[in-house]
């Protein structure tokens, strides 16, 4: 079945630990996005990409770093400089140039002792 | 992007219909309104879009109203299962990336 798949689902860090959050789309979708989500909060946009080589940064990128080598992969890296990296992150994927729908993954919920 | 307000939560009784509301006062002639839920500790959801006509699809109906300025999301039978936070958003059709900003939402709970 297509979809986005985000791993792993839950993961733990001690402080000062560079942590990478996996990101896979087999949709065929040229731009995939990266959220995170702070409890009772809304979702802030972190870094996006619409093309394979080439990311923008979104709200919030201090302290994160991502990677788009390929159409299907879009890997985030919570940094040491990240100040409070505690938070629920999420994946989307869409088409682009047209109307449509985002789809998201399931998160990855990262804790930060 | 055009901001929206939406109420921060609202109850509603299990069979009958939750009309969920949303401001977009300073919407754009040619920016759509979105409606995504989320439910708890699961990634959003996509349940609408529209532009200025009234939309309808499996899930649920979108009413514009006609100066653009606000709009409602209905469930016409809620469930247990609809409960969830319901976020309102408004873009462009060919904003940057296409990204989505998504504000506080309206935590609908749905009551037995």
Known sequence: ?????????????????????????NLNHDAMYWYRQDPGQGLRLIYYSQIVNDFQKGDIAEGYSVSREKKESF???????????????L?????????TEAFFGQGTRLTVV | DAKTTQPPSMDCAEGRAA?????HSTISGNEYVYWYRQIHSQGPQYIIH??????TNEMASLIITEDRKSSTLILPHATLRDTAVYYC???????????LT??????LMVKP
């Open chain 1, 1 to 25: 079945d297509g979809g986005i798949t985000q791993s792993p689902k839950y993961l733990f860090r001690k402080e000062g630990q560079n942590v990478t959050l996996s990101c896979e789309q």
């Open chain 2, 19 to 23: 009309n969920l509301p949303c401001n």
């Open chain 2, 89 to 99: 958003i408004v873009r462009l059709p060919f904003a940057a990336g296409n990204m």
């Open chain 2, 50 to 55: 529209g532009l200025k006509n009234n939309e």
């Open chain 1, 91 to 99: 994946c989307a994927s869409s088409p682009t140039g047209t109307i």
């Open chain 2, 102 to 107: 998504f504000g506080g939402g309206t935590r």
């Open chain 1, 75 to 89: 890997p985030l890296t919570v940094t040491s400089a990240q100040k409070n990296p505690t938070a629920f992150y």
